[in-house]
């Protein structure tokens, strides 16, 4: 079928914090380009996500926006709940290439150009067979790129220096990477099958037609600018993409609560959709909260050990009420000071609240952009992935936030080092120094998306060639 109007097809992995950015992408396409767009989602828990309000078009989208929720897939064969997530992503998405085929091969309106993220590459394949663009959207930050795309360059002598030594490894033109990074891809053995398919993944993104990254220009020009100089594949700084404010059914209690509190006077405690902390830890994170003296609105997860991703592919809203791995009397002797919210709680309308003082945070890159876009000043507790990069880049880079103290891997935060950055966060000078910085990073954010600012230009290259290849197609040159 013939038409003048762009189609984007975007692919989303699993978990929360790929589809989220994927989705506010599409409807980034939708509104400021009135592309038609359709977001492919591929999923490792149906029922949960069929419930959640997250796969819902947005009124003002029209007919522009389609999400199709691809058949789901079966990985229990590949070892069980043992298997890390980042192995049942890989898998789950792999599996999905078929069904994803297929959709497109039945559309009547074929798309110009498919969207991936770093583990959807599979799927370019599949836009060379109908002629399409091909992009990566990286939802992390541009040094986290940066590191990607530098992996297969690296000399894995340097990188055994870094396992067995702790040296740092240095990226061209970036902040080196340190060995308490621990980036799990640095610990794999050369010969690990998924060592090598994230080799393979990078050199297919580095053959793409572009790399939209969910940053700005203002926020790491210095990254960007060796990124550019360095690498082939044009990038695109195009964020930041967060969730907009919205109203939830679900949070009524926790917005009246706040409502309540007087202005920055309360601390937002949340790991995220997918970390989780042990009992011990737990019950440490509320000792410190308890002993601050603050107040405090804490999403709570049930503990679990060992595993501090231990939900990432867990989806929907979800309840716990129970609280039974509490300190006891804890409830009792926090009632007035303290809100417990069981699972899940309306991020960015939380943010948003003019209650909020300080974010407690996993410093996944989503939450991080949500808080800077809210003008919120982080307390930062990374647990898994990228995060203790994202950290030391909050704290060390961009002064948006107090670090947390680091810990051995199996020892637990203790209740005064919480207590201690509460208060810095709330009530101390260096909370109020930091609280400026992110008003000014709030507004470096809102030029960037503005129209003439450094992200909206990106984003229009994108359009703009997008459109010239559906010229060129239709012109059958």
């Known amino acids: 079928m013939e038409t003048t109007m762009s189609h984007i097809a975007l692919l989303a992995s699993p978990g929360m914090g790929h589809l989220i950015p994927v989705l506010e992408l599409a409807k980034h396409l939708v509104s400021h380009q009135s592309f038609k767009v359709t977001v492919f989602v591929v999923a490792t828990d149906h029922a949960s996500l069929a419930n959640t309000h997250l796969l819902q078009s947005p009124a003002d989208s029209g007919d522009l926006l389609d999400i199709v929720l691809l058949p789901f897939i079966d990985v229990s064969d590949i070892g069980g709940p043992s298997v890390s997530f980042i192995a049942t992503i890989v898998t789950t998405v792999l599996r999905s290439m078929p069904f994803l085929r297929s959709e497109i091969s039945k559309m009547e309106f074929r798309p110009t150009a498919l969207v991936v993220d770093l583990f959807g590459t599979d799927a370019l394949e599949i836009a060379d067979e109908y002629n399409m663009l091909k992009f990566v959207f990286i939802a992390s930050n541009a040094w986290f790129l940066a590191v990607m795309l530098c992996t297969p360059e690296i000399d894995r002598k340097e990188i055994d220096e870094h396992v067995k030594n702790r040296k740092p490894l240095h990226i061209p033109g970036c902040k080196p990477i340190k060995f308490e990074h621990n980036l799990e891809v640095f610990f794999m053995d050369a010969n690990d099958p998924f060592y090598q398919g994230y080799v393979e993944a990078i050199n297919k993104m580095s053959l793409t037609d572009g790399i939209l990254v969910n940053t700005w220009d203002e926020l790491e020009p210095t990254t960007l600018k060796a990124l550019r100089e360095t690498k082939k594949v044009p990038i695109y700084p195009i964020g930041p993409l967060v969730r907009p404010i919205e109203k939830s059914a679900f949070g009524n209690e926790i917005i009246a609560w706040l409502d ?34 603050q107040k405090f609105v804490w999403v709570l997860r049930p503990p679990i050990e060992n595993d501090a991703a231990g939900t990432f592919l867990a989806l929907g809203n979800g309840s716990d009420a129970t609280l039974n791995y509490l300190p006891d009397g804890f409830l009792v002797r926090t009632q007035d000071r303290g809100l417990l919210v069981p699972m899940w709680a309306p991020q960015v309308e939380v943010l948003s609240h003019p209650s909020i003082g300080g974010f407690l945070t996993h410093c996944g890159w989503n939450s991080t952009m ?108």
Not at 260 to 270: H, I
Not at 400 to 413: G, N
């Open 370 to 477: 949500e808080s800077i876009v809210n003008g919120v000043p982080m307390i930062a507790w990374p647990l898994y992935a990228e995060q203790k990069m994202n950290a030391s880049m909050l704290t060390e880079d961009i002064g948006a936030s107090i670090r947390v103290m680091a810990v051995e891997s199996d020892a637990a935060v203790g209740r005064e080092e919480i207590r201690s950055v509460v208060r810095k966060i709330l009530v101390d000078r260096q909370g109020r120094n930091i609280r400026s910085r992110i008003k000014e990073l709030k507004d470096s954010a809102e030029n960037a998306l503005a129209k003439g600012g450094s992200s909206y230009n990106s984003m229009s290259q994108v359009a703009n060639i997008c459109i010239q290849h559906l010229k060129t197609k239709a012109s059958g040159a």
């Open 260 to 293: 309540k509190q007087p202005k920055q006077s309360v601390t937002y405690v949340s790991f995220g959709s997918g970390g989780t902390l042990s009992a011990q830890q737990v019950k440490e994170l509320a000792w410190g909260l308890e002993l601050s003296q």
